[in-house]
Nanobody, 123 residues
Framework: QVQLVESGGGSVQAGGSLTLSCTAS????????MAWFRQAPGKEREGVAV????????SYVDSVRGRFTFSRDNAKNTLYLQMNSLTPEDTAMYYC????????????????WGQGTQVTVSS
């Protein structure tokens, strides 16, 4: 089991940037591939980006590719989601999630979740 805590959310105007962080409490951090999800009001949760255990491989949903950058610092047990060129459509609660085992570029089988951090983008 891994405990996840997100931070860095806030309010920003369209075109602005935010960086989200997620810190994991575990001694086996590199055993997990990690992901960011988001859920907007009235919508289903969607996967945003997935990163491999070592951080070398990433996969993004089409709507954020080229604007968001997902990275991880395994020495600090921390994830980062750099979000640029934000639009009101990016407004959502953002969650980090952990999946035990090797990386694959699918938003499935994530069993460990943080509490979320809110991102609000105004036009």
């Amino acid at each position: 089991q891994v405990q996840l805590v997100e931070s860095g959310g806030g309010s920003v105007q369209a075109g602005g940037s935010l960086t989200l962080s997620c810190t994991a409490s575990t001694n086996t951090y590199t055993s997990y591939s990690m992901a960011w999800f988001r859920q907007a009001p009235g919508k289903e949760r969607e996967g945003v980006a997935v990163i491999s255990n070592c951080g070398a491989c990433t996969s993004y949903v089409d709507s954020v590719r080229g604007r968001f950058t997902f990275s991880r610092d395994n020495a600090k047990n921390t994830l980062y989601l750099q979000m640029n060129s934000l639009t009101p459509e990016d407004t959502a609660m953002y969650y980090c999630a952990a999946r035990w085992g090797s990386y694959y570029a699918r938003f499935t089988d994530f069993a460990n979740w943080g509490q979320g951090t809110q991102v609000t983008v105004s036009s």
